[in-house]
């Protein structure tokens, strides 16, 4: 479980602009094996969020606990699937798995279980051998999967995973990750693009506005469209609710996605925009 509280960060700029405020008063929860999505407009934080709740990047202001205890750095219990899969070329398959493992000083049996274990729940067995150039992109990512897997993370941190890949493979990765969550347990947080993807994996989607980055709503999934998803995913598509889902957060991105003109708070030293505000949705703004 991981507990968010009224979290901000700030980068500072060159030329003696004010810090540009990236992400503002986020506070959120995740619950063991549960599925949350994050969608937002390009550049509202998600990374940064994702690379804050991996231990990899720090912040300013607020309170994130995992487990009940303060989030400190990077750890086993956490780890992050990039979007452009941040494969080690000279490494095999078997290799880049293993590369995750290296740190912790484990025996080289227990090693070989956790790798042979990651390829198997990815489907990449008999690839074990292979480099990364000899491989397509939906293995790639697999292979991208299959590391973080291989760690015995209890939280996968996934940033736009199959944005890269085609639809059809995207499909098929869709299908792998749902089986994943629904048959283990583990809780994933995906940052996506995609509005039919938030709705059809995840259980919660935190619909995010920018400048600064903030949450403006969360849509709950799991009341209309139950689980598990897996080998559902066409059948849940053609759901009423499932549409509605997914124009109920394209309202929301309608409505908050656009950057409104950007400006220095002079008084704090950050950046803030307008953003339309109102309309008949309820959302965080409101409160
Ligand atoms: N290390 C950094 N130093 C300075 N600014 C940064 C840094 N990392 C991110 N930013 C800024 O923070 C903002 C949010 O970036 P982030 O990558 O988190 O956005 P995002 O929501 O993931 O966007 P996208 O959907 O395009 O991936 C951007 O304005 C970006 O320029
Ligand atoms: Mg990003």
Known sequence: MITVNDLSRSFSRRRGDGPLRVLGNISFELKDGEFLGIIGPSGCGKTTLLKILAGLSRYDDGDIRVNGLPLTGPGPDRRMVFQDFALLPWRTVAGNIEFGLEPGGMARKERRRRIDEALALTGLAAFAGYYPYQLSGGMKQRVGVARALAVGPDTLLMDEPFGA???QTR???QEDVLRLVEGTGKSVVLVT???DEAVLLCDRII???AHPGRIVAEIDT???LARPRRGRVEEVKKLPAYQRLVGE????LALH???GPVEVDAGRGSIIAGNAGGGGVSTADDA
């Open 165 to 167: 890949l085609d639809a």
């Open 171 to 173: 499909r098929l990765l």
């Open 193 to 195: 693009h995609d509005m």
């Open 207 to 209: 619909v995010m506005g």
């Open 222 to 224: 799991t009341a209309e």
């Open 249 to 252: 957060i394209w309202s929301l």
């Open 257 to 259: 996605g656009e950057p």
